[in-house]
């Protein structure tokens, strides 16, 4: 069984910054790839950043250029550094295979204010 257990979420001002982190546990076969969503009340969930073995990392048009992510295999664990912060990127934020291939975690919660 699969565990995903995320962290790292705050209150911060427009052009702050925060890192997430992301512990997975259990039968993890390719932290290599993972990924960061997000949901903002009221709307759908969304993917916002993935990387793939280890190496190509895809943004979504509303965060390239401000978010990078990342993983550390030893820790089995990955991140999302977060520059720039606008109130659109308040949400709560998840981290998943880009397949959403592991249950759900609790999500940390991200609140951007002006």
């Known amino acids: 069984q699969v565990r995903l257990v995320e962290s790292g979420g705050g209150s911060v001002q427009a052009g702050g910054s925060l890192t997430l982190s992301c512990a997975a546990s259990?039968?993890?076969?390719?932290?290599?790839?993972m990924a960061w969503y997000r949901q903002a009340p009221g709307k759908e969930r969304e993917l916002v950043a993935s990387i793939i073995n280890g190496i190509t990392t895809n943004y979504a048009d509303s965060v390239k250029g401000r978010f990078t992510i990342s993983r550390d295999s030893a820790k089995n664990t990955v991140y999302l550094q977060m520059n720039s912060l606008k109130l659109e990127d308040t949400a709560v934020y998840y981290c998943n295979t880009p397949y959403s291939s592991y249950p759900w975690g609790q999500g940390t919660q991200v609140t951007v204010s002006s």
């Open positions: 259990g039968s993890i076969i390719r932290i290599n790839t």
